[in-house]
């Protein structure tokens, strides 16, 4: 059995990934999106970042031959080389064999086999946060390392973005929970027991295997494609013989105020959702008016005006760029709508941009100015701050603010996996134009338009842009509907078992 450090990490991310590495069928794996290409990119800039002026060796060996790769690896270290970027330490114990490649071997004062020094390892990831996966995975590469120079090292860095100095690693602690992990790892591909499938969106969004792991959650009717359940719900879920969206959609919701994780609202919001994706079709949510007064409170919550204004922005988040301020202006009197893309081609452009946005937005100074989730609004008051705008330019903004993704989560409970942008504008009916663009398929776009300059990256953004703020008005207009419905006697608590 080989063992590597990458294993290692992805086993603490999803163990079934490592199972389907290591056993599954390559041809159900699906292609690397553009996204992860540029992820790739950006991590060899960042590795280049680090290693700066100073000199480094890399050992020289054939591709994949890794017995080579240790051999000429130890042929530096014995050398006393100072710098060994991305050596190869190997060994075998019983039917095991343990790789690791740790981006950096640095040569420091102490005892080994090859003299009065012995090497530490540092890793380079991109992350602002020295992650604990990243740190046991460290701890891993000590391990090899220990039994390749005959002594351990005291210390173990980790390098990440935006940090002048390393974070240094606690091997004490790390060396212990690395084993524990190790160990799960090695049981699991011994016992060839495949994990339990679970989606989770932050998770598995740029994993190979989504396509078949999602297939297999949806053929199955997965509780884990229900919005609201977490891993540990799930397990507690199943404890309780509760494993389909029948089980859950009959549930009384007060079996679950005591469970741990959940409480009798959770519980509540939990069995309304498998009500809602079982019969597929919305029900009011937790907020939903339920007379004359919260109704009014509901109107101004969800205000229509003569002219709106839907707002999304695009970012380069490893360039902490803001390029696009895209605004359609709903005009409900003249009955026209458009759309302004105010976008920045250059990185230089940001604050002429953002200046273009707060010339529209104040040529409407009373529209409201809808948007879905929080970021926007955050991003104004970045750039306010970054370029001193005026207060009375961005305070005034403010409340002119509607987040139509806090109002239509605590409105209505939708017969969708999660309440993104695109699920819920998609069930509503609306379509995008590109139906594989994303947010992160954009950052790769405009990534290869500061490359290569080709104006079919912008015009794609822009369009995909444009569809963002489209979809937010296609949930205002049926936010709006089914608001009505409140007039007409829905009631938020009818569908739920007591
Ligand atoms: S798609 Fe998700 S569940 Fe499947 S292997 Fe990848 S991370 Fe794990």
Redesign the pocket.
Known sequence: MLLTAEMLLNYQ??S??VF?DTYGKAERKDAISDYVLKLFQDSAQHHKAVLGEEGHVRPSFSKGKWQEGTEATQALMAQGVERIYQGVLWFEAGDTAFLSVPDLLLKVPGQSIYGDWLYMPVEIKLSKRAKTEYQTTLAYHVKVLAQIQGSWPEEAWLQVKDRPNPYVIDLWEMLPRMEVILEELQTMLRDRHQPE????RN??SL?Q??G???DEASDRGHLSLLPGVTQTRYKELVGMGVTTLEDLAQMPPRTLELTPGFGLETGMRLVRQAQATLHNQALPGDDFPQGGKEMRLWEQMVPTHSVELYFDVESEPSLDLIYLHGVLVVDRVNQTQTFHALLGETVEEEPIVWQKFLDLVWAYPTAPIFHFCPYEVQVVGKLAKLYGTPEHLVQPLYPRFVDLHDRITRLATLPIENYALKNIARWMGFDWRDANANGAQSIYWYAQWLETGDRTHLEAIVTYNEDDCRATYHIKEWITAFLKTAAVGANRDAAIPA
Do not use: A, D, Q
């Not at 499938?197 to 989770?200: G, H, K, N, P, R």
């Open positions: 991310r999803c079934r990934r389907l499938v679970f989606i989770s998770r598995c994993c295997w989504y078949h792991c999602y």
